[in-house]
Structure formats: C-alpha cells, structure tokens
DNA sequence: ATCCGTAATTCGGAATTAACGAACTAATGG
DNA sequence: CCATTAGTTCGTTAATTCCGAATTACGGAT
C-alpha cells in the first residue's frame, strides 16, 4: 500500500488546480470540503450518489494530485481536506475567490 | 460562413471558464491579451510559434466558447479580445485575481 | 476577373483521457 | 474466518487533444 502522492506546495501549478476545479463535479466536492469544519471521507463529499465509485475514485485522485485537496488514510475510509493554506500561501486568496464567486 | 458562436454574458459558466485558462497554452494566451490594450490576432497572441495552427486555432475555441474572449473577424485575420466586463459582471474580480496570482 | 499571400478553419488519424462496471484490496466488526 | 464498508485498479468504450495536410476566406496586385 503505497502512499498517497501530494504536491509539495511550491509545486503547485496554477493550471492544474483551475484545471481541476474547472470541472463540475470536482467543484461541488470542493465546495462541500469547504463547508466542512472538519475533514470528510470520499462518500460524504460527493455531490452526487449515481455517479460510479470509480469515477468518483478518479475525480478525488484529480483534486489530491492538482494539490487542491489531501487525503490520509483513516481505517477503512479515506479524510479529506481542502489544502488552503498551501493553496494561499502560493495563489493568495485565490480559492476564496473562486468560492465566493461559485454562489 | 456561419457566425462565431459567443456564450451570452449570464450564460457563462464558471466550471467552464476555469477549465480554459487551466491549461498553460491558454492561460499564456489569456495573459498576453491582457497586457494588450487592444485586440490582437491569433498569430500575435499565440505563445508558442511550435504549436501548430490547427491546434491553436481550436485553444481559441476553447476560449471563446467559455466566453473569456470574443473574437471578430477583420478581414483576414481574427481580433480577439478579453471579455473582461462581461466575466466581471458575472465572476466579479475572478479574472484579475487569477491573471495576478499568475506572475 | 484571376492569381497570390496571409490568416485561420476543417478533416482524418493517432495518442491521450474520461466514465463505467466488475473485480480486487484493506480495515473493521461480528 | 466471514461479511461489510470504503476505495482502488483494470479493461473496455466513448470522447477529446494534437498534429499535418488540405481547404476556405479575405485583401491586394496584376
């Protein structure tokens, strides 16, 4: 069981996070990440059930890659978080921004 | 010759705007085009005189059929340009924001 | 009108990517 | 050990991307 590849934050590209939440799917996960005061599994954040789990699986692994979100493994389930410290600290204020404007 | 489809200012989507300046090729597009104070042509905004025609031709597609730029055709060249006051009024500070955190 | 050069689009293909179901792995509880 | 829950991996199929070659569209010169 290898572990999950992140970004270091300075290596987070801008594109690849627009890229990534530029999808309405991926969206809504962050979104629901966002409004969480704590972090959540896959199944909790997804927006919507008839979606398959593998895509589902795909989409996370995009957002964990792009370094918008981290995943650790907890028991059976995967927590994730928005990384918004990393994200500001390289585009500042960019993720509130986008937020803010996703109604 | 068929009109040049442009999304109506309300249409605009932000999953879909996101989606087009997340991608290298078109954010350097979408950046020169802002340092330009009037619109350019397709060759003048392209980036990278390596790519291909064809392929730039359809990363300007991509751009204007999110609505981040409007293109019109001047005799034999087209002139595009950003649609700031449109993406304004829909993604208040969005474009800015995104174009600053962009170096 | 016809031909020429420039600017850009369209077409056909190979390569990459996305979505899905089915099978699989990992952790926990009975 | 077996069942359940939570995700991932795999193989297929559909869609997209990128390219070069051919084509259209326009404007100017002949």
Request: hydrophobic share 45%.
């Given at each position: ?9 300075e ?8 890229a990534?939440?530029?999808?309405p799917?991926?969206?809504?996960i ?19 059930p008839?979606?398959?789990k593998?895509?589902?699986?795909n ?5 964990r890659?792009a370094?918008?979100?981290r995943?650790?493994?907890?028991g059976?389930?995967?927590?994730n978080t ?13 993720l509130?921004h986008?937020?803010?404007?996703a109604?």
């Amino acid at each position: 069981m290898a572990e999950l590849f992140h970004p270091a934050p300075e290596a987070i590209s801008l594109t690849a996070v627009l890229a990534a939440i530029g999808e309405p799917t991926r969206l809504a996960i962050v979104k629901r990440l966002d409004q969480a005061d704590c972090g959540i599994n896959c199944g909790q954040a997804a927006p919507c059930p008839d979606l398959a789990k593998s895509t589902m699986s795909n989409h996370f692994r995009v957002l964990r890659e792009a370094g918008v979100i981290r995943m650790v493994k907890r028991g059976v389930e995967n927590i994730n978080t928005l990384r918004r410290e990393d994200l500001d600290s390289r585009f500042p204020g960019l993720l509130d921004h986008i937020l803010r404007v996703a109604d």
